[in-house]
């Protein structure tokens, strides 16, 4: 078979390099890719929905999988099915679960589904004399796609202000800043939640703890994740049971039957569990409806069933006959960001702000081959080496029977990388 990734960062390098395990691929294409990615699969130059559609049909792609949620929303879905071309995503219209956070917001409560108590503004007036009547701490969020930084947590009603002046005024997330969805803070356990999703039938994965702050002791900015381990301490199999019946199951019931949204792909659900008199509520913070990324780089290597079989599953609305099988062992990802350097006109403060791009990488080839390594944002430079071209750059990741145990392994292995300004989390993991 032949199979095309859409994508170019560390989750999208993860999907291709476990499609390029399944014996029944011949050959891995991944649009557009990066430097690293190009070592386990051919790049493809195709940025926008409609190349990439052209060169699935001249290449005769057997099955396309979508790494980000960008394409999704754009469409990608809806265009290849329609010329035919097998593909694994929900359609533009699911995508609004992703795109939207005020519009489904407004969907989970009409469902029933446990959500945080909010409130939708397009006028930034409104939302500041909200946050100022309900006085308690609040999350405020971006309607529309931010990379995974447009929800801004505050523990005041001044931060409240200045988030919404930041989101809606300054527009520091350009259009995704017309409207907010102003979040009750709820304090419990965070955990992200993935299931294979046909449009009918469920299949949960395993779950991962990511690190959205850019600092240990979760402190700094919120980012697109600074790195995961799996499987999840928390999840037991009674939890699985409770996220299935209160949240998953009835909100692909309920898009189906009420919105007209068929959602077939993966799921992930970004839940707060919170607990009274010993009855734990999953309260959906976020839908997401693709892998996360640096989840998948700790799901992905866990899962013994070829992801071919699964994603056959999900076209032929078979999964419910489905029952992947997963290695028990630690996963734990580390991620290297390009950090705070001197550029030519002051300091650059480094992801998730302005960083420096094209600075030459060190050391990855003394990584110990038992690790794997997958390239969120390198090129080749000029010399054959690699140098960086993104926010977050590379991520190990480890494998150990204990937690303990593959975060040292992790640990030790990044060391040996280094270019000018990297950064990573060495709390990830830590009991
Ligand atoms: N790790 C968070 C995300 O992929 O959205």
Known sequence: ?????????????????????????????????????????????AKSIEEMADFARKERIDLTFVGPEKPLS???????????????????????????????????????????????????????????????????????????????????????????????????????????????????????????????????????????????????????????????????????????????????????????????????????????????TPHVLEINIRLGDPEAQVILPRLETDLVDICEAILTRRLGEMNPVWDPAYRLCLIAVSGPTKGKKGWYKGYPDRYKIGVPIQGIERIDPECLLFHSGTEKGADGGYITTGGRVLCVVSRGGTLAEAREKALREMEKVSFEGMYFRRDIGMA
């Open 74 to 280: 754009a469409g990608i879905v809806d265009l290849f099915q329609g010329q035919g071309l097998p593909i694994i995503g929900p359609d533009k219209r699911t995508s609004r679960l992703e795109s939207s956070k005020c519009d489904t917001k407004v969907m989970l409560r009409e469902l029933g589904i446990p959500i945080p108590e909010f409130a939708v503004f397009s006028d930034p007036e409104e939302a500041r004399s909200y946050v100022r009547r309900v006085g308690y701490p609040v999350v405020v969020k971006a309607d529309g796609l931010a990379a995974g930084k447009g929800s801004l947590v505050c523990s005041s009603v001044e931060e409240a202000e200045k988030a919404i002046q930041e989101i809606m005024v300054e527009r520091v997330f350009g259009e995704a800043g017309t409207r907010v969805d102003i979040e009750k803070r709820l304090f419990g356990r965070e955990l992200s939640f993935f299931c294979f999703c046909d449009g009918y039938s469920l299949v949960p994965m395993v779950a991962a703890q990511d690190y959205k702050r850019a600092r240990e002791n979760d402190e700094g900015k919120n980012t697109g994740g600074m790195g995961s381990y799996s499987p999840h301490p928390w999840l037991t199999d009674s939890l699985v049971q409770v996220i299935m019946s209160r949240v998953a199951e009835p909100l692909i019931r309920g898009v189906r039957e009420k919105y007209e949204m068929l959602y077939r792909g993966i799921l992930y659900l970004g839940l707060m569990l919170t607990e009274d008199d010993g009855e734990v």
């Open 1 to 45: 078979m032949k199979i095309l990734v859409i994508g170019s960062g560390g989750r999208d390098h993860a999907i291709a390099w476990k499609f390029k395990r399944s014996p029944r691929v011949k050959q891995v294409f991944v649009a557009h890719g990066n430097g690293g990615i190009s070592e386990t699969a051919t790049c493809v130059n």
